[in-house]
């Protein structure tokens, strides 16, 4: 009796271990930043409709990087994230192409505005970036690919 009571205890003291050790083990693994490896779709600039373009859209890294196009230009850049604050600094790397009038100031306008960004929010199908005041500068949407189908959503 006692030495099935004793194996009883070393087996609760073993699978107590093991679930101790698996609960450090994932603690101490570097947190994967919310928007790494995501890629969204302008929708709106200050609450308008941008004009159509190529490649509307932002993307982010694991790397603290990030690409974006207002219709027009790439650009690349560092991004710093820390939980719900956000900003992209200056330092720009970008394509130098002509644009088509209108597409010119939208992308001039869109890099202003993401100077201006301090945080994010995120909706189901949205990221939303806002200012200081928390007034809504950029919003961009998720596409969500199922099979060979397309959903986007603002």
Do not use: H
């Not at 373009?53 to 850049?77: K, Q, V």
């Amino acid at each position: 009796m006692k030495t099935t009571r004793r194996a009883f205890i070393a087996a609760v003291l073993v699978a107590a271990s093991a679930i101790g050790i698996g609960a450090q083990t994932r603690a101490t693994e570097p947190a994967k930043p919310p928007l790494a490896n995501t890629e969204w779709t302008l929708s709106q600039i200050e609450g308008e409709a941008p004009l159509e373009g190529r490649g509307l859209d932002l993307s982010f890294t694991e790397d603290g990087r990030f690409g974006t196009s207002a219709g027009c230009n790439r650009f690349m850049g560092e991004v710093e994230i820390k939980g719900r604050e956000i900003s992209f600094p200056d330092k720009l790397a970008g394509t130098m192409m002509a644009c088509p009038e209108g597409l010119a100031e939208q992308e001039e306008k869109v890099l202003s505005l993401l100077a201006q960004v301090t945080s994010y929010r995120m909706e189901p199908k949205a990221l939303i970036l806002v200012d200081s005041k928390g007034s809504e500068l950029l919003r961009y949407s998720r596409e969500i690919k199922k099979d060979s189908l397309i959903e986007t959503s603002g």
